[in-house]
C-alpha cells in the first residue's frame, strides 16, 4: 500500500477515529484504526464495539492495500508534522511508513483480518435530514441528559419521529428539555429512539456542516452516513415514554424578560451561592425582577431587572442557578418567557423563537431546611 495526503485533509479525520478506539479493551486491535487504499482514496475506520467510525478522504494511491496501524500514535505524529505538508505513507507488509519532508516514522501495525467488520443494519426506520437541522436539536437538549447509570433511560438523547416532524428531548430528573422540527414526508410509523450522550455530542462534531444525513435503526443499533462519513451506534434500549407530557400542563403566571440581561444578572449573583444547592431566588413582582442568592455563610447578593413583563400576583420561586444558566446559554433567542404556578411546581422556560421548550423543577426550602 502506498499513498500520499494532505496533513489537513488527514488529521480532523484521525482525530475523529481515536475518538471510537478504545484503550480499556484487552484487544490491542480495537486501539488501532484501519487504513484502506484504493481508486485515489482512502477510507479510515475504528471502532469500539458500541460504536464505529468511516470516513473517506481524497489521496494519491499509486498503490493500493490496507493494514491497521496505532490511532493515538498516528494521530500525534500526523499532528507535529508541518501544516501543508504532503505526507507519503508506505506499508511494506509489517510496518506503516510514515514521511513529510524530513521526518520519518515507522509504525507496528497489526493484521487488517484481525479488525472487526462492520455492523449491519437491516433498517426498520429510515429518513434523511439536512445536518444542520438534527444537530441544532441536539444541542439544544444534550446538556440535560443524566449521568446516571443505574438508570440508564435517562443517558441519552430521545429522538421520536412523528408522521411529518421528529422531536429530540431529554431529562436529568431537575430539568426536561424538548426540541423539534419538520421533515420532509410523512412517515406512517412513529418510533423512539435512545442514543447515548456520547454519540449525540460525537454527531455534533463530527457532522457539522456536512449536508444532508442518512439515519438508518433497527431500535438496537443505529448509523448516521453522508457520501463521506458514517458512524454507527448501538442504542440505549430502555426509553422514557411519554417524557414530553409535563409540557401539556396549564400554567397561571407568566413573565417576559431579556435572556442576555437575566443571563448576565444570574452568572453574577451566583458568585455567591452555595457550592452544594447553587440556589437563587427570582422574584417576580409588577414588571420586575429581583435576583437573590440564597444566605451562606460567607453572605448574600441580589440585583434587580426593570422592565420585565410581568403583571400578576407576585412569586418567589428558587432555582439552581448552574442549572438555569445551562438553558439561557443553549439558546440564541432574544427574550425569554418563564410560565409558572407555584413556588414548588416545575417551571415552563420558553424562548421567544420557539427552538426548544424546558422545564426546570425550583429548589425546596423545605427540602434544605
Known sequence: MKFTVLKEKLYPFLQYAGNFTTTKNLSTILQNVLIEAADNKITIKSTNFQTGFSC??????TEPGATTAPAKKLTDIVKELPDGKEIDF????????????????????MDQELFPRSAVINPEYSFTIDS??????????????????SKPEYNGAHMSLFADRIEFSSADYQRIATAEAALEGTFTDEFIANIPKKTALDIIKIFDGAGPITIETDKRQIIFKTASLSMTSKLIEKYIRNLTRLFLIEYNLRATINRTLLMEVVRRISAITSEITHGVQLSFASNQLTVTSLETELGKGNEVIEGVQFESEPIDIIFNARHLLEIL???????????????TQPALILPDNQEAKYLLVPISIEKLS
Not at 437541522?133 to 444541542?139: A, D, E, P, V
Open 329 to 343: 446559554g443553549n439558546t440564541n433567542a432574544e427574550n425569554i418567557e418563564f410560565a409558572m404556578n407555584t413556588k
Open 56 to 61: 473517506t478522504i481524497d489521496a494519491n494511491v
Open 90 to 109: 508506505t506499508f511494506d507488509g509489517s510496518r506503516l511508513h510514515v514521511k513529510a519532508g524530513r521526518s520519518a516514522f515507522q509504525l507496528s501495525t
Open 132 to 149: 444542520d437541522t438534527y444537530i441544532s436539536l441536539l444541542k439544544r437538549i444534550v446538556f440535560c441528559i443524566a449521568n446516571d447509570t
